[in-house]
Each structure stands twice: as structure tokens, then as C-alpha cells.
């Protein structure tokens, strides 16, 4: 079995900062691009932020030069830190990876979820 666990998120004044990351765990054979989607209430989900095992990421304009992807390959995990964080970037936070097990082929794998407030 290969799984995502997420922690971090949680209530933070607009203004402050939050730290999310995400684990691949399980019978893994290499991770390949991780990242991070956003699902506000009432809207679709969309993508945050991403990198690829190489290196190179993508953020949706809204949160560049605010939030940052990073990851450790060794790990398996990705991370991502959130500064100057706004009421509208409230919503759940997801991890999805894709990854190439040992067993059972590649698959695209979604964390639980993680919920992330800022009050207005």
C-alpha cells in the first residue's frame, strides 16, 4: 500500500504564516511531481503549487511570492510554506503525488486533505 499523510494547516490571522507538509509512504519505487491543490468552499479545486523531482516548480499567481514548494527527494516529502497568508486562500489543502511503486505500477495519490482558515 502507498499513501499520503499531510499535517499542518490549521487557523491563522491574515498576515501569518503556515507550514504544510506531505509523506509518501508505503512500498515506493520512485516519487515523481508532488504538489499541493486548494479547494475553497464552493469551488473547484486548483492547483497551488508544484515541483518535480528535478527541481523546477509552478505556483498559480495568486500565491507566488508568497508560498514556497519545497521537498526532500530522500524523504519522500514535500512541504509547503505559506507567508503573508489572505482570507481567500482559506479552504482544504491537498497533497497529490504521482508515484511509481514497486508493485503495482505508477499511481496519482491525493493526501487526506488539510484544512487551512484565515479569518477575515
Known amino acids: 500500500q502507498v499513501q499520503l499523510v499531510e499535517s499542518g494547516g490549521g487557523l491563522v490571522q491574515a498576515g501569518g504564516s503556515l507550514n504544510l507538509s506531505c509523506v509518501a509512504s508505503g512500498s515506493i519505487f520512485k516519487v515523481n511531481g508532488m504538489g499541493w491543490f486548494r479547494q475553497a468552499p464552493g469551488k473547484q479545486r486548483e492547483l497551488v503549487a508544484a515541483?518535480?523531482?528535478?527541481?523546477?516548480?509552478n505556483y498559480v499567481d495568486s500565491v507566488k511570492g508568497r508560498f514556497t514548494i519545497s521537498r526532500t527527494n530522500a524523504k519522500n516529502t514535500v512541504y509547503l510554506r505559506m507567508n503573508s497568508l489572505k482570507p481567500e486562500d482559506t479552504g482544504v489543502y491537498y497533497c497529490n503525488a504521482n508515484v511509481m511503486t514497486v508493485f503495482w505500477g505508477t499511481k496519482d495519490l491525493w493526501g487526506q486533505g488539510t484544512q487551512v482558515t484565515v479569518p477575515s
Open positions: 515541483m518535480t523531482s528535478g527541481g523546477s516548480t
